[in-house]
């Protein structure tokens, strides 16, 4: 079965750069995670998704970081002027929310190693 | 105060020694529990939930303390292939789906 797929991989690109990353859940999942990972903070929320409707954006760092998630199948994360210290590894992960079940795993995608220079 | 705390390590430890790790959080709110375990470069998988009795899976054994706030995870005859960051991760309430996750414990095995 195919997993949570993100892409780039990697993005090297100049501050002041728009940068947009992209993930496609696993098929039937109806929440979608965006997270960042950085050394120095660890493993972060920034915004998750429930049925392509955003629940909770309170991780957005500021206004230059924006999500989308037009249909079920795809998100993006966008980061419009980039600066240096997004540089971090941005992971996207997908879960199927149950009611009945609060126990329900998140599957991460591989990441997008991001470097802004 | 951060709202998951663990020990960052490293632990380095002999194959076949029995190690553990500790996690507190702070939310007395929290519902669900779970470690996940990220090795280099990768992402982070689940290991295993957390359940309130206490669970057991082949040499992992976690455990919840809700009146201390306490989760641990005990690997028993360690193998190379341990080696990794073991991340605790918190759930506040059933409603909220959002996650918070442990800065991670790091494992190295020692042949």
């Known amino acids: 079965d195919a997993g949570v797929i993100q892409s780039p991989r990697h993005e090297v690109t100049e501050m002041g750069q728009e940068v947009t990353l992209r993930c496609k859940p696993i098929?039937?999942?109806?929440?979608l995670f965006w997270y960042r990972q950085t050394m120095m903070r660890g493993l972060e929320l920034l915004i998750y998704f429930n049925n392509n409707v955003p629940i909770d954006d309170s991780g957005m760092p500021e206004d230059r970081f924006s999500a989308k998630m037009p249909n079920a199948s795809f998100s993006t994360l966008k980061i419009q002027p980039s600066e240096p210290r997004d540089s971090a590894v941005y992971f996207c992960?997908?879960?199927?929310?149950?009611?009945?079940?609060?126990?329900?795993?998140?599957?991460f995608g591989d990441g997008t190693r991001l470097s802004i220079l | 105060r951060k709202e998951v705390e663990q020990d960052p390590g490293p632990f380095n430890v002999p194959e076949g020694a029995t190690v553990a790790f500790n996690c507190t959080y702070s939310n007395s709110a929290s519902q669900s529990f779970f470690w996940y375990r990220q090795d280099c470069r990768k992402e982070p998988k689940l290991l295993m939930s957390v359940y309130s009795s206490g669970n057991e899976d082949g040499r992992f054994t976690a455990q919840l303390n809700r009146a201390s706030q306490y989760i641990s995870l005990l690997i028993r005859d360690s193998k190379l292939s341990d080696s990794a960051t073991y991340l605790c991760v918190v759930r506040a309430w059933g409603g909220n789906e959002k996650l918070t996750f442990g800065t991670g414990t790091r494992l190295t095995i020692i042949p």
């Open positions: 098929s039937g999942h109806n929440s």
């Open positions: 992960a997908s879960s199927q929310n149950r009611i009945t079940d609060s126990n329900q795993p998140q599957h």
